[in-house]
């Protein structure tokens, strides 16, 4: 783990903080609209949308009712019959807008779709 280098080690400090921000994200969003489904695993609530991007990193869900910024959710996305089910956390809410979700943990299963997906988005470009 010596050659794993961090953002705030690798950005120097008279950057500014946007700059910090915008860095977080370490994969392309392309557009992608897909059925969202998300389920807090604590509050027990849930929030269904429709997906804006689409990233091996997360994605953005369109919806009026997002979910608590922070919470752990079981992310269930659905195009064209195919579905893509993540452990994920919200990292982002704009009010009436949606959410942001970054991946914590794609199920095994659904690899192989997700790959394809972001495949078929990079020809597409």
Request: aromatic share 4%; proline share 2%; net charge positive.
């Amino acid at each position: 783990m010596k050659n794993v280098i961090s953002m705030d080690e690798h950005l120097s400090k008279s950057e500014s903080r946007s700059l910090l921000v915008r860095d977080r994200r370490y994969a392309i969003r392309h557009p992608f609209a897909a059925d969202a489904e998300c389920l807090d695993l604590e509050a027990g609530t849930s929030a269904t949308g429709v997906t804006s991007d689409l990233s091996m990193g997360g994605c953005f869900v369109c919806t009026s009712k997002p979910l608590a910024l922070g919470s752990r959710v079981r992310l269930k996305l659905i195009r064209k019959e195919q579905i893509v089910e993540a452990l994920a956390v919200v990292r982002i809410v704009k009010p009436r807008i949606g959410m942001g979700i970054e991946f914590l943990d794609v199920a095994e299963k659904y690899h192989g779709t997700l790959e394809r997906w972001l495949e078929q988005l990079r020809r597409n470009r």
